[in-house]
């Protein structure tokens, strides 16, 4: 079974629900921290959820690419509205949970057996992740066909060997993660269908996420005046999202969202000190589409 982290609302009465998106790898543990702190700062007003994305269980053997995760993703959402009975739903994604959030959101319009109100999204990375400096990266190692192909096996040969000492020491003293978020990656480094969803994961994404395609109803809100449907936190200085591409998605979006450009890590979580920081700003997007101010 997947992990899932659920934090109950201050209010048994509450109908609202914040769904987390994890981003790659899809491990909802590396955000028990983030989602702990959102939930004290927004005095819990929602109803916070997230899971694993599919296939990073021992249990699940099946590879998902993006389309997998988006269709699995958006069966859970609506089972856990339909469970909760939810009326108000608020999608938080981070990284690649971005774009499975907004292609969501365009889905549910389409299909119209699924209401969101509005999205949060966390360092996104919603067009041409293959020009980013990882991306291009990822891209050559899902694209090298002796490396491709092997890509599973290299990696499993070189992180089962090392030590868990070094593997701690590396994330600790050279990353900056905390103990939590160093102990997570671990874990993870440890599990051959973990490492073998992400990377399959990673070469869907880079394949699929290019063009800027939604429909403009997607980022539109309902009336005018009203609270924007959108809201985004981009980082400064971000690996995954190159700073061109930013600025040609704000260019076409930006007047129909609500965005801001701060120093944190693309790996937020990783830190406490970028965990602190993203929470409180969206702490406060929370409580603006509650129509209220932050506490």
Not at 110 to 116: C, K, M, Y
Not at 161 to 182: E, H, Q, S, Y
Not at 262 to 280: L, Q, Y
Request: include cysteine; charge should be negative; aromatic fraction near 10%.
């Amino acid at each position: 079974m997947p992990a899932v982290i659920y934090l109950s609302p201050a209010s048994p009465s509450s109908k609202s629900l914040i769904y987390f998106v994890t981003g790659n790898p899809g491990l909802i543990k590396y955000y028990e921290p983030f989602l702990t702190l959102l939930s004290s700062l927004c005095n819990g007003s929602h109803a916070i959820y997230g899971r694993d994305l599919l296939g990073f269980s021992q249990e699940d053997t099946t590879l998902y690419d993006l389309e997998g995760q988006i269709e699995g993703i958006y069966a859970d959402i609506r089972a856990q509205v339909k469970a909760g009975g939810y009326e108000n739903v608020l999608l938080m994604g981070h990284s690649v949970g971005t774009y499975i959030a907004v292609e969501i959101m365009a889905r549910s319009l389409a299909r119209a057996d699924l209401t969101i109100q509005n999205a949060i999204l966390i360092t996104p990375t919603l067009t041409w992740l293959g020009k980013s400096s990882r991306g291009k990266q990822l891209d050559r190692l899902t694209t090298w066909p002796v490396i491709s192909n092997n890509a599973y096996l290299v990696a499993k040969g070189f992180l089962f060997t090392l030590p868990d000492v070094c593997i701690r020491w590396a994330l600790g003293t050279v990353m900056g993660f905390t103990p939590a978020a160093a102990e997570v990656t671990r874990t993870f480094l440890r599990s051959p269908q973990g490492v073998r969803e992400a990377l399959h994961l990673g070469a869907s994404e880079i394949h699929t996420i290019k063009e800027d395609v939604w429909a403009d109803e997607v980022f539109q809100i309902a009336e005018a005046g009203g609270v924007k449907r959108i809201f985004a936190l981009y980082a400064e200085d971000d690996h995954w999202v190159d700073d061109e591409v930013r600025q040609v998605f704000v260019k076409r979006r930006g007047d129909d969202m609500e965005w801001i450009l701060k120093s944190v890590r693309h790996d937020f979580p990783t830190t406490e000190e970028s965990t602190v920081k993203v929470a409180r700003i969206v702490s406060d997007w929370v409580w603006q589409t509650k129509g209220e101010q932050s506490q």
